[in-house]
């Protein structure tokens, strides 16, 4: 063939080929958006809910809720001195909502209840001081300037201690003699309180708890980021509050320091013994008869986890609803292998099958159908807030409503709480103060999810100082062998074991 005509055909090939690869492309990235479609947008439109109206809630909350508590400032000042005030400090996931629990059984305490924010914590409640989200976060707050809170700063005043008892005041039950505080955040402020509220009317409880087993929740989310690095930058971060706290605990009149592993490990009665040495010396009543921990029941710890990970990580699971570690990029979410027993496919199987069934148009229909659902309810809790916003702020002539309903329906409330049962997160607590029992999962399984990533000064030097290790065996724990928990020499005299020998002597 002539060179022009072999020229001509071949250029109307590549055209045709280029075409067809820009087809398949299409159609490919069609189905994937239809797939994916409504899982963005439902997660958008949740962040905007949370973010925007949780904000607004809080705020308008602690607005209403910081005057006329107890009247004028004198009434005020009186009702903070009949009171004594108990501080759970701690870092996050530690066992502090543990402690919280526990001690807010006692006939004569009562812990902040229904705020409708994160965990409970009074930090979220108030104007006086930063909390941690704005000091960098969770990773962030011990390291900033104003996170560390002592005596000397200019927020100790009188006015700020009636404000603040003002913005916590209407969540406790206040004919109770024990008020109980917990908020990581105040980790590194006890000086702050102890000189806000006085040296007589405060008590600290710390509570210790092994760096990796605090931030196993980190592993779970992040995977083979934090492996990797040997979780140094957790590491330091849990060393920089627990040095803040050992320099300012000489300042302290009224502490005492436990670890998270021993405090709830042992027999019945010995548990129930340590329980009742806190509890005397805060000054509570001590008449517990009973504790239970329940540290090993699979069915209760993950099924309900579970079942939300099916959903929203389906990608993790094999095809037979086996969680898998190599399917879940490295995030010890469950062992290796879990699945609950009974096992019921048949409800996780059921939208899978019917979406497959359908064309990518008829996917997009169902995604834009549940974006639009999405969308009403959305709307429809914001109408809620406004009119609650409205009756509240007095535009209407109408008396004042309870409004906790409206906020539970805006704020999704997971702390449901019914007769002698309350929820926090993953820690389920039942009982009545004489006999309690804990379900928490086991005090060390989080051991399991660094088995196959050890931590050793080789292997970690190029994140690790040497003297990390170190230092984190002044506090009682070790990163080589990680389930050595001795009492820390950085606090020793301070410790409740001290008590518990004391009483045996």
Known sequence: LPAGIFLTMLFGVVLLLLFAVLALFAISGDVVDADSAFDQQKAQHRRELGRKNRE??????????????????????EEIHNHQFV??????????????????????????????????EGQHLQKVYR????????????????????????????????RLYRSWAPFWDRSKQ?????????????????KLFGKSRTRFVVILRHPLGAWNWALKVRGEGVTNSCASRYIRQWLKIHEIIEEDIKFLKHVKVVQYEALINGTADEIANRFRLLYDFIGMDDDILHVEVDGGDESLKYSTTYNHMRRIHPEYFDDNGFFSWELSHGRPIFP???????????????????????????????????ISKEKQSIDKKLGIYKRTTEVLAGRNNVNKPNYSSYIRQ???????????????????????HSDIAIHNG?????????????????????????????????????????????PPPAFKGYMLEDEEEEEER
């Open 56 to 77: 607004k809630l809080a705020e308008y909350i602690r607005n209403k809720t910081s005057v006329s508590v107890c009247g004028g400032d004198d009434e005020c000042v």
């Open 87 to 120: 501080f759970v400090l701690g870092a996050h996931h530690s066992g502090t909502t543990l402690l919280d629990l526990v001690l807010s059984k006692s006939a004569n305490a009562s812990a902040l209840t229904n705020t409708h924010v994160p965990q409970d």
């Open 131 to 162: 909390t941690a989200s704005t000091l960098g976060g969770i990773s962030g707050y011990p390291y900033h300037r104003e996170g560390h809170l002592t005596e000397e700063s200019s927020l100790v005043t009188e006015d700020n201690l009636l």
């Open 178 to 194: 024990f008020l109980i505080e917990k908020s990581p955040r105040h980790s590194i402020m006890s000086r702050f309180f102890q």
């Open 336 to 370: 290796d292998g879990y699945r609950p027993d009974p096992y019921d496919a048949s409800k996780f199987d059921e939208r899978a099958d019917k979406e497959k069934k359908l064309n990518s148009s008829q996917r997009k229909r169902l995604a834009e159908t549940l």
């Open 410 to 432: 805006l704020t999704h409330q997971r702390h449901r709480r019914k007769k002698d049962r309350t929820g926090r997160g993953l820690l389920e607590y039942w009982g009545s």
């Open 442 to 486: 086991g005090v060390q399984d989080w051991i399991r999810s660094w088995d196959n990533h050890p931590i050793s000064f080789e292997r970690c030097r190029k994140y690790i100082d040497k003297n990390v290790f170190k230092d984190v065996e002044r506090y009682g724990y070790s990163l080589i062998d990680l389930e050595k928990v001795v």
